[in-house]
């Protein structure tokens, strides 16, 4: 197929492209309770084109571009007509000239080795051992759960001599735990590693099912006023994804963040814990090819990364970086018992929680939250938090615990203060 | 004009029905859904223009179903020719057959019993007034241009004004020992967002378009810049909102995500069958007020989530899900009607033929009441208009309910004192609030500008919508 791309764009007069193929094999296993009630398994293989144009608009040098998939059963005629109508509606997309990045055939990064990791169908029976070898209690269990066991391999061509390819396993998927006793309750939980690990799902069921029989016994939502609250688990992660976004070169260009490079972008008087956050690769290679490594994002509170794709970065002057999603984060200076030291609401499980990296306000309702009033600890459910990370930045305490969820490393609790709690 | 039949599946067809046979002669029940989808995405904004194809609804591809005389399976792929027939069939008996074999000691296999494969045969088509492939490239881009360069322009306030349109025209044929049924539909959605800055903080506004058409749907986004602009520089002037619980009208888009948080998640009947929706419990009984009745289906409305058969090759329909406060029945695929013993309503959806089919909603609405807008807020003493939904999160189990809301207006004495408060967080127990629906406005209006989850993934295109309503909720 690729051969029938590079064809098409000949026959098109085409000389700047990005061609991205990927190959996808995958096992999925759905459970009710114990019983297996769905199997699948997939074999796909994709392809997109991304073609360019160049023009000059009112003097200006432009560069516009197209991307669409080149399907399975499309004959070369038809390959080399969607080439032409890209080409043709790229004519149309006024955008700046930037260049695209270059490089040169590089041998195949393997991050997954089926003779290390097993076969799919392997893995797939491995993690569902992980899956249940916790759920042995009678009044609190596995409701359901599905896992997905998926090998992808991606290859990325452009017309400047880029011509890698990796090849990574993931291991995904969800479960909801439910307790029965005192009230009928349920957790739902996700999970996402790039090996087997089963010891970090079976840790991840228990905690689940621990909670949820805490939920159980929640019954009021908490009253309704200003709380130091305290957020656990997959929460820390989406209270940082403001940062990572915010430093995006996407979202610098049109200025809709204000960030730029040095600017202490906790503020001054930091009373807290000063950020320090660094991009991590999870990938060797961006969507367009550019060599992914782990870089400083914050240092103190200070940026020091702006990252971004080609575009972006080219019209901020800056180095491409590609775009990341995944970031570590040091031990914060409390432990979380210390953290736990007089009146907070600690919310462990939302409906839903928002983190606006536009507005900086994040809120939820809350499905579970342990509040103290200074002595003794109740469990609280129901009503919703709604706060600003601009106005509590600099006061955020990490804990000194630390966690792995998807596209994080760090901390296992933060603390803000001076939360607004609407509950009873 | 009707969407035309796609080539492309007409010519793979006979391959296809080789694979069904093959497929029939070794097991009870097989069949096979294939899909020829292609999407584009325009966008303009001061980041620059964007032509792009949507990944998660494009693309060609195939999902085989079989019944091994206990469970059922499914294969996806999406490379088919003559010679690869075998090479599928072997795949199938060998590697997806055998994945139950891989099951840890304690974890069994369900069994179920085999599909009712109703005979059906058809080939229907959405209508549209223009195709966007045959309005151009051309044309949408430079109208988007002109919506975001105009909203840009209208204030020095105006961060930025994004303009889009989304289309998708896509093709199924479901093909089994009893069905041929072939569907051709078009949709499409635009968007105008407006961003302004109040220091480091960005405050924004959108408003959102869908038909089951064409490009017809630019005529809509024309003239509304100003009322979007002038919205988003109210949200400047916004404050958070005290928390508490408040007399509200709701627009028909936070009607809509009402009823289809509430009651569009909570009677999906896969949840039924893992014990996990309070719904299962309450059939007949009230669990809202009598004003209140709700639709959801696929042949309901014409709208983002129609269609004329389902993802199982079961034809569209029309479900009464709340009949005048009574919870009458939930929504099902086919597995788990076969489960339930019930018969399959038409929401047996996926993401695409790459993905596993669920229960999922279509379009999904309140009916409409009788009472006039005007009258609704003059009979508020004090409460808040609620508008521009921008998320919002199921909970069956516990019939909790979350949605995020850009704008609550300040009603006072019956009038809109023209105070805004933002982001506001609407809570609470599903029954309350339905129950104190105590007004009704006189016309629906659904939105399908949004895509739905099951939980955090599985996106399907949906509508969901309803009259203005009067209700009693908690805010935060």
């Known amino acids: 197929m690729i051969d029938k791309i590079l064809s098409g764009l000949n026959r098109n007069n085409i000389s700047t492209y990005l061609i991205n193929e990927e190959i996808v094999e995958s096992v999925e296993l759905f459970f009710i309770k114990k019983q297996l009630d769905t199997r699948r398994k997939k074999d796909v293989h994709h392809y997109s084109l991304t073609v360019y144009n160049d023009f000059e608009k009112d003097g200006r040098k432009m560069r516009g571009s197209s991307k669409i998939g080149i399907y399975n059963g499309m004959t070369d005629d038809e390959i080399s007509k969607a080439i032409h109508e890209a080409y043709y509606a790229a004519s149309f997309v006024c955008n700046p000239y930037y260049e695209i990045p270059a490089g040169k055939k590089e041998e195949p990064v393997v991050l997954y080795n089926p003779e290390e990791a097993g076969t799919l169908a392997g ?5 569902t051992e992980a899956l249940f070898a916790e759920d042995k209690l009678n009044d609190v269990f596995i409701n359901s759960a599905e896992i997905f066991v998926e090998k992808t391999t991606s290859h990325i061509i452009n017309s400047n001599g880029i011509d890698v390819s990796y090849q990574k396993l993931a291991i995904k998927g969800e479960f909801v735990a439910q307790c029965i006793e005192p009230q009928d309750v349920e957790t739902y939980m996700s999970f996402s590693y790039d090996k087997p690990d089963t010891e970090a799902l079976k840790e ?9 029989k805490a939920r159980a016994a929640a019954k009021t939502a908490p009253p309704t006023g200003e709380y130091k609250v305290i957020l656990s688990g997959r929460y820390v992660k989406e209270i940082f994804t403001y940062y990572l976004m915010r430093s995006s070169a996407g979202l610098i260009y049109p200025k809709y963040s204000n960030y730029e490079l040095g600017m202490n972008v906790q503020g001054e008087n930091v009373t807290g814990d000063a950020l320090n956050i660094t991009l991590k690769a999870k990938v060797p290679y961006s969507i367009e090819g550019i060599p992914m490594k782990d870089r ?16 972006f970065s080219y019209y901020l002057g800056i180095e491409p970086t590609g775009t990341y999603d995944c970031i570590f984060i040091p031990k914060g200076t409390k432990t979380f018992d210390e953290m736990k030291t007089g009146e907070y609401l600690h919310v462990v499980s939302f409906s839903d929680f928002q983190m606006d990296e536009l507005s900086g306000y994040f809120s939820g309702e809350i499905r579970l939250a342990f509040l103290c009033d200074g002595k003794s600890v109740t469990p609280v459910t129901g009503g919703s938090i709604n706060g600003n990370l601009l106005e509590c930045q600099k006061d955020i305490v990490l804990s000194k615990e630390m966690q792995v969820e998807e596209g994080y490393e760090g901390p296992f609790a933060i603390s803000l203060p001076k939360v607004s709690v609407a509950g009873k | 004009m009707q969407v035309e039949s796609s080539l492309y599946l007409k010519n793979i067809k006979p391959i296809l029905q080789e694979l069904l046979n093959s497929l029939l002669q070794k097991y009870k029940y097989a069949s096979i859904l294939a899909t020829d989808s292609k999407s584009r995405l325009y966008n303009v904004s001061k980041r620059g223009t964007v032509i792009t194809e949507d990944e998660i609804i494009s693309g060609r591809g195939f999902v085989v179903r079989v019944y091994d005389g206990t469970s059922y399976c499914e294969y996806s792929f999406n490379e088919i020719d003559k010679e690869r027939v075998p090479e599928i069939l072997d795949k199938i008996e060998n590697e997806l057959i055998t994945l139950k074999n891989v099951l840890p000691d304690g974890i069994t296999e369900s069994k179920f019993d085999i599909i009712n494969d109703e005979p059906c045969e058809f080939n229907k088509s959405s209508e ?26 209208f204030d020095e306030k105006i961060l930025d004004c994004s303009a889009s349109i989304t289309c998708q025209q896509y093709h199924k044929l479901f093909l089994s020992g009893n069905k041929d049924m072939e569907q051709n539909i078009l949709w499409t959605t635009g968007l105008i967002m407006m961003m302004a800055s109040r220091g480091e903080e960005v405050k924004y506004y959108y408003k959102s378009y869908s038909n089951l058409g064409g490009t017809e749907l630019l005529k809509e986004m024309e003239n509304d810049i100003s009322s979007v602009a002038k919205t988003t520089l109210e949200l400047l002037e916004s404050k958070p909102i005290k928390p508490g619980e408040y007399d509200c009208i709701c627009a028909p888009d936070v009607s809509g995500v ?29 669990v809202a007020s009598p004003l209140v009745t709700m639709h959801d289906g696929a042949a309901a409305a014409k709208e983002t989530g129609s269609y004329m058969f389902d993802d199982e090759g079961v034809p569209a329909q029309d479900t009464v899900i709340i009949d005048k406060g009574i919870l009458k029945r939930g929504i099902s695929d086919v597995q788990t009607a076969l489960r339930l013993g019930t018969t399959p309503t038409g929401n047996g959806r996926r993401q695409s033929y790459e993905r596993k089919a669920y229960t999922r ?26 508008e521009n939904c921008t998320s919002g999160m199921e909970d069956p189990k516990n019939w909790g309910i979350q949605l995020m809301v ?27 609030l339905l129950k104190s629906i105590s007004m009704v406005s006189d016309k629906v209006k659904l939105s399908g500008s949004g895509f739905c989850g099951k939980g955090y993934k ?3 295109k949906v509508s969901d919508g309803g009259p203005y309503i009067k209700a009693r909720i908690r805010l935060g």
């Open chain 2, 406 to 432: 850009n704008i609550a207006r300040e009603i006072k004495n019956g009038r809109l004192t023209g105070k805004v408060y933002s982001p506001v967080v609407l809570t609470g127990y599903v029954p309350d």
């Open chain 1, 204 to 212: 991840k069921v228990k905690k689940t099912l621990e909670m949820t």
């Open chain 2, 258 to 286: 009402i009823a289809h948080e509430a009651f569009g998640h909570g009677v999906e009947m896969d949840m039924f069958v893992k014990k996990r929706a309070l719904a299962e419990k309450y059939i007949d009984e009230y």
């Open chain 2, 128 to 153: 549209y007034e223009t195709n966007p492939w045959q309005f151009g490239s051309s044309k949408i881009v430079d109208f988007l241009t002109k919506l975001s360069e105009s909203g840009r322009a």
């Open chain 2, 361 to 386: 909603m279509t379009n999904t609405y309140f009916e409409a009441g009788k009472d006039k807008v005007e009258d609704m807020i003059s009979s508020i003493e004090y409460g808040f208009l609620l």
């Open chain 1, 296 to 311: 400083p994002l914050l240092e103190n509170g200070v940026l020091k990364t702006i990252h971004g794709n080609s575009r």
């Open chain 1, 123 to 127: 893995v797939a029976g491995k993690m």
């Open chain 2, 458 to 460: 599985e996106w399907v």
